[in-house]
């Protein structure tokens, strides 16, 4: 079919794009930058613009809607423009254009209110509760999408929990600068077992989603590489790959989520060009259980994932040259 794909110049944009291709659809995608994704049909522009979202998606059967503003801080009116509004815009589109199969790409943080996570399914979006405008406006964008399901639009939302993957400029990049710096602290020794995602079993997921949409439509779905570890052996295992020196001490978890809220009051007042280095929500993150029941994921999706972690951290050094 003809697959619309936002995002598409995004780490995980690319791969599922490039999956879809592979599987032989006709893809097209949208993103600000061109996603240079062999035998994919690049449009610029932004999903804030309904005009451009309406040229891309014309003549399309599926949508695949990753685009979003993704980060520990910033304006929380940019977060809702992009997120929220960006997303009833290509959802209104794709109701115009006759689109059948609509992909959500969200996320497990929709439904954390901080408490640990273990062995848990999709629990419903919560975006009054979530920490952080990511969160927030992301479950507000999953529900405005479920919201649309119906039979002559089926509507699937997937959550992609911890992508990483060689390329990777958001986790593995700056888990591996900051322990190369020595500024990537264990909280409560790292011990918080949590899934992730290798970034080929996430695209193919999503793909999985696509494909499965008659059946699986109008519920949400974590996807996972299903081996939950300790926060220190998977950070461990990213910087050994890369070839820098794991991180070797740790500080209370509480010390860390004061750190993580003074670090937003000044963040708030005085922004840094970067992605602050501790907030409450990265704190959770690091300090929780968060891992995921793959049982209906696996079953509705007829999905598997095919690259385990210790593969993936193989091919991870394999891309830093080790």
């Not at 936002?6 to 690319?14: D, I, K």
């Not at 115009?96 to 209110?113: D, K, L, M, N």
Request: hydrophobic share 45%; net charge positive.
């Amino acid at each position: 079919m003809i697959v619309l794909v936002t995002g598409a110049s995004g780490f995980l944009g690319r791969a599922v794009a490039a999956a879809l291709v592979a599987e032989g659809h006709e893809v097209r995608t949208l993103q600000r930058r061109p996603s240079r994704v062999p035998g994919a049909r690049d449009a610029l522009g932004s999903v804030t613009d309904a005009s451009a979202v309406g040229r891309a998606i014309d003549g399309a059967a599926g949508v695949i809607h990753l685009a979003a503003k993704v980060s520990l801080a910033g304006d929380p009116a940019e977060f809702r423009r992009v997120n929220v509004d960006g997303t009833r815009i290509v959802l209104d589109a794709a109701e115009r254009a006759g689109v059948t199969r609509f992909v959500q790409v969200s996320s497990p943080s929709v439904a954390h209110a901080g408490a640990a996570l273990a062995g848990v399914g999709a629990e419903p979006a919560a975006p009054e509760r979530a920490h952080g405008d990511y969160a927030r406006t992301k479950g507000e964008a999953e529900l405005l999408a479920l919201a649309r399901d119906g039979e002559r639009m089926r509507v699937v939302a997937v959550r992609p929990h911890l992508v990483w993957g060689p390329g990777d400029t958001q986790l593995v990049e700056r888990i591996v600068d900051r322990a190369r710096r020595g500024r990537l602290p264990l909280l409560d020794g790292g011990t918080a077992l949590i899934d992730s995602t290798y970034v080929d079993n996430a695209a193919s997921g999503i793909a999985a989603a696509l494909r499965r949409a008659d059946q699986a439509h109008g519920s949400a779905y974590v996807i996972t590489n299903g081996e939950p570890r300790p926060v220190a052996d998977l950070l461990a295992g990213i910087c050994l790959a890369a070839g820098v020196r794991p991180p070797r001490f740790s500080v209370p978890a509480a010390l860390g989520l004061a750190a993580g809220a003074a670090i937003e009051r000044l963040w708030a007042i005085r922004p840094g060009e970067d992605e602050p280095p501790m907030t409450r929500f990265l704190a959770q993150q690091l300090s929780t259980a968060h891992w995921f029941d793959q049982r209906a994921t696996r079953r509705d999706l007829d999905w598997q994932p095919t690259v385990t972690i210790d593969e993936g951290l193989r091919r991870l050094a394999a891309h830093h040259g080790r």
